[in-house]
């Protein structure tokens, strides 16, 4: 008599399966949302700010349609780095603080980058003491350690040499490129070697400051080497702009001509690329 039981067992069991296996529902909007915010990054890694300010535009107008205040946080934060990116440092500063002030409070990670996001663009200022500030919030969201904080560990040091205390910024350069040594994820390995190069970058200028130049010339190479390999040209022409000087101080002619025409190459070459992307 239990025998007809067994085909609705397998019915049930079936529908079970069919339940676990159907990948969870997503709103044409929000696949929308998505498609705008991919095309925003394809676009800022391409330079083509123009087009990254109009996807996460319209991303961030869909997000905030939905109610999704995480969505809406990370479309303001990748606004605020275009803003940054074409000299719009108030309203790179407001998009962040509209984050950090919104109601409806955003996740431990997504602080942690808009503080972050606040005291580089305080620092760009000039703005040493609020650049603390928004780094002492960063760093006791931190707390033990984070996947930012060899990131915010390099900022301290930035805010450090800002305020002349160079044996600080070089000690605080140190700490972070052990922080960065850590292993990371293949996605985040991009990531870590820029702040990798961020770090050996204020280490070389803290050498500078300290008057070890032979030490700064070590550092900064090594950051251009790994800017070089990243394609970061703002950086590369930093780098380069740091070298000339060390080998400036070092009284080594040859080796500072040789920096200087790279410096002035770079920045021509990223000039008529800007000019040659940028919309009639």
Do not use: W
Not at 155 to 170: D, G, K, M
Request: aromatic share 2%.
């Amino acid at each position: 008599m239990k025998a007809p039981m067994l085909p609705v067992a397998c019915l049930m069991l079936a529908l079970l399966l069919s339940a676990c296996s159907q990948t969870p529902l997503v709103s044409p909007a929000a696949s929308a949302a998505q498609a705008s915010a991919q095309r925003g990054a394809q676009a800022f890694s391409k330079g083509d700010l123009g087009i990254a300010q109009r996807e996460y535009t319209t991303a961030l107008h869909i997000h905030e349609s939905l109610g999704d205040s995480s969505g809406r946080a990370s479309s303001l934060l990748s606004l605020a780095r275009i803003y940054a990116q074409t000299g719009r440092s108030d309203d790179a500063l407001a998009a962040v603080q509209e984050v950090l002030t919104d109601p409806v409070p955003a996740g431990t990670s997504t602080l942690i980058t808009a503080h972050g996001r606040a005291a580089a663009l305080l620092l760009a200022k000039g703005d040493a003491k609020n650049t603390d500030i928004q780094l002492a919030r960063a760093v006791t969201l931190c707390g033990s350690g984070c996947s930012e904080a060899g990131a915010l560990t390099v900022l301290r040091s930035r805010s450090a040499l800002l305020q002349q205390q160079p044996a600080v910024a070089l000690k605080l350069a140190s700490d972070a490129l052990g922080l960065l040594a850590v292993p990371t994820p293949p996605v985040r390995q991009p990531q870590a070697s820029a702040e990798r190069a961020n770090a050996l970058r204020v280490q070389s200028q803290a050498y500078a400051a300290l008057g070890q130049h032979a030490a700064a010339a070590e550092s900064a190479k090594a950051a251009l080497e790994l800017d070089r390999a990243l394609g970061l040209a703002d950086r590369v022409q930093l780098d380069l702009d740091l070298l000339a000087q060390t080998y400036g101080a070092l009284g080594a002619s040859a080796l500072l001509q040789q920096y200087l025409t790279l410096a002035d190459r770079a920045r021509a070459a990223s000039r008529d690329l800007r000019s040659n992307t940028s919309p009639d």
